[in-house]
């Protein structure tokens, strides 16, 4: 067992019972990102066997992420009001229902235009899963092991990325998109029952205040988000460390066709960004309690920054996936330092609305750094595009280190 997963003792419930029901979070959410990576292949493989068309796979990669941007901050506000272990299991039995609708498409010929539409309404179903998650995380974990339990949040994603795409290209192999959608259709099954294995108060908000009118609790949420300085400054980290993973997404293809590999060798060079987020989970937890945030925050910085014209710089496989899985690196240790922080410094009350708004802030930043990403390539090359990412980086780590953040280990609201 990994240092992280040992770290996790919390005593917030008992230890026994605060691993137990953290492990079931986990699993939920495990089983529901590996089977939305698995079923990613397949839909486009579906998409593109349709249509031949570029254009349909742009549109439908979109109709998949953009939903998750929009309906994040309101995900973030149902969170807050509901049950968050009734919210996620609902949003699992939706999504298991709707990819057997996407699987009998794939099996019956049905128009093509469901697909995009079906992967759309799937989306927006799990808008409200990462703020329960991370809301959750809170009343099941000691604040003494927040870190290690965002570290091990954080692990999922990459190691989603990598083996997702795996079992969904041998799914297809196989047998058909069918068969992968109904595969995942199991997944979120999966992750239901895990979340039903959750005491009953592990999903409400201990402080939970009267229902306001939507819109003013998502005014709340964003309020309290932008007012507290440390968080803005933290999301803007990790906003901006989503913005380099965008533009990687789309450069590395380019690096690795002058590295001379096949196109297999940009799903390793992906797979490097992936791997180097693995191994920084193990000292993730050892970083978030460091005394000194900010300078932390502003050296995981200073690698992406380094990284991003250095893999244009360097020559050969091996010096290129070190270099990546360097960046990778950097940018895990970010995005746990900014969980764990929103979590110290924002109250219960209208931390899942705050989330709201910082998750998908991610996740745009990922979507605007993979669309700048072509024409700037283009205009001004690959060595310059990633050059120039980096200096941005590193301006916003100067920023960091000129402003100190300084975070309260409470759950209090600290706007120093």
């Not at 079931?24 to 579906?46: C, E, I, K, P, T």
């Not at 995900?75 to 039995?93: E, P, Q």
């Not at 402080?207 to 968080?231: K, M, Q, V, W």
């Amino acid at each position: 067992m990994s240092a992280t997963a040992t770290a996790l003792s919390g005593n917030t419930r008992t230890d026994r019972t605060g691993r137990r029901d953290f492990r079931r979070l986990m699993v939920g959410l495990a089983s529901s990102q590996l089977g939305d990576w698995l079923y990613n292949v397949a839909l486009l493989g579906l998409v593109f066997e349709r249509t031949h068309s570029a254009s349909w796979l742009a549109a439908t990669t979109t109709a998949r992420i953009l939903p998750i941007v929009m309906l994040g901050p309101l995900g973030g506000v149902l969170a807050s009001r509901y049950d968050r272990r009734l919210v996620m299991i609902v949003s699992d039995v939706v999504r298991a229902a709707l990819m057997l609708g996407l699987a009998a498409v794939a099996l019956t010929h049905g128009p093509i235009l469901f697909a995009p539409l079906i992967a759309g309404l799937a989306t927006a179903a799990g808008a409200p899963y990462p703020s329960c998650v991370a809301a959750t995380t809170t009343r099941v974990v000691a604040d003494v092991d927040l870190a290690a339990a965002n570290a091990m949040r954080a692990v999922v994603g990459p190691v989603s990325v990598v083996v997702g795409p795996l079992l969904g290209a041998v799914l297809l192999a196989i047998g058909s998109p069918g068969l992968a959608f109904g595969v995942n259709a199991a997944t979120f099954l999966l992750s239901a029952l895990a979340v039903a294995g959750l005491p009953a108060d592990a999903g409400r908000n201990a402080t939970r205040t009267a229902r306001a009118r939507i819109i003013d609790e998502l005014y709340e949420g964003a309020a309290a988000l932008c007012s507290n300085r440390a968080a803005a400054r933290m999301v803007g980290a990790d906003l901006v460390c989503s913005m380099v993973y965008g533009v990687q997404t789309v450069a590395l293809l380019g690096l690795a066709t002058r590295l001379g590999l096949s196109a297999g060798g940009y799903g390793v060079l992906l797979a490097a960004v992936g791997g180097g987020g693995v191994l920084a989970s193990l000292i993730s937890p050892r970083a978030a309690a460091h005394p000194n945030v900010g300078a932390t925050t502003a050296i995981a910085l200073i690698a992406v920054a380094a990284s991003s014209p250095l893999l244009g710089l360097v020559s050969g496989l091996a010096a290129t996936v070190t270099v990546a899985a360097v960046g990778g690196a950097g940018s895990m240790l970010i995005e746990v330092l900014t969980e764990t922080s929103l979590q110290r410094t924002l109250p219960e009350a209208v931390y899942a609305r705050a989330y709201g708004f910082a998750f998908p802030a991610s996740i745009g930043g990922i979507v605007v750094g993979a669309l700048v990403a072509a024409p700037l390539i283009s205009r001004c090359g690959l060595n310059t595009t990633l050059g120039g990412v980096g200096v941005i980086v590193a301006l916003y780590a100067g920023f960091l280190l000129l402003s100190p953040i300084k975070l309260s280990i409470s759950n209090e609201q600290d706007n120093s």
